[in-house]
């Protein structure tokens, strides 16, 4: 009878440590706006604005590189091509301009966790005891967010905006994990386009 009781006792915590497992698994929603009035099926093909990738904050040698603006260049164009918008033949007369941001950002949360207290198990009965206390603790963490602007070739207005975020992990990425992220939120982003 004991075996039986911890085994229904058990079941009930351990699919709440799956449940918060995946909670925190989760990303953000990919976010995206578009011009209501805009045709998208007369966009046929894009070139890069000037700059192609921006960066913020400015400068930040962690985020900012030759490599990374490379990666980028290839994840959205690479999706572009998928949705059927080709390179421009013509830059001056492209449909469309692609303008992305990589936004790198600390973010805080307060986290608060429980200690002691009366727990119920699945027959009525329990464990612990006493009143228990909780502690709130802040924990900061890097977002690395993903916009893709698209901009109308002929009056330079924004048309479509998509952007993605995902949170790094605090060891640092290989080249590798770093062209798999990037090509993810692209992916994510552009699933989106056209409209």
């Known amino acids: 009878m004991l075996i039986h009781t911890a085994f ?22 990919v976010v995206r706006d578009y011009d209501l009035n805009r045709d998208f099926t007369q966009y046929r093909d894009w070139r890069w604005a000037d700059p192609a990738v921006s960066y913020a904050p400015a400068g930040d040698p962690r985020i900012e590189s030759d490599l990374t603006t490379q990666r980028v260049r290839d994840a959205v164009s690479g999706q572009l091509d998928v949705r059927g ?17 990589v936004i790198s950002e600390l973010r805080k949360d307060n986290v608060t966790t429980s200690y002691g207290g009366f ?12 009143p228990g206390f909780s502690e709130t603790r802040s924990v900061d963490y890097q977002v690395l967010t993903l916009q893709i602007d698209l901009l109308d070739g002929r009056d ?16 640092p990425l290989t080249p590798v994990q770093r062209s798999e ?14 409209p």
């Open 181 to 194: 992220l990037i090509q993810t939120l692209a992916t994510r982003i552009l699933g989106g386009f056209p």
């Open 85 to 101: 918008l080709r390179p421009a033949v013509n830059p001056a007369e492209a449909d469309l301009q692609v303008k992305v941001y």
């Open 119 to 130: 727990f119920g198990g699945y027959w009525g009965g329990g464990w612990g005891g006493g």
């Open 8 to 29: 229904h006792v058990g079941r009930p915590v351990a699919l709440l440590l799956a449940v918060l497992a995946l909670l925190g698994c989760q990303t953000a929603a």
């Open 156 to 171: 330079g207005q924004l048309v479509w905006r998509g952007s993605d975020e995902q949170q790094l992990r605090s060891t």
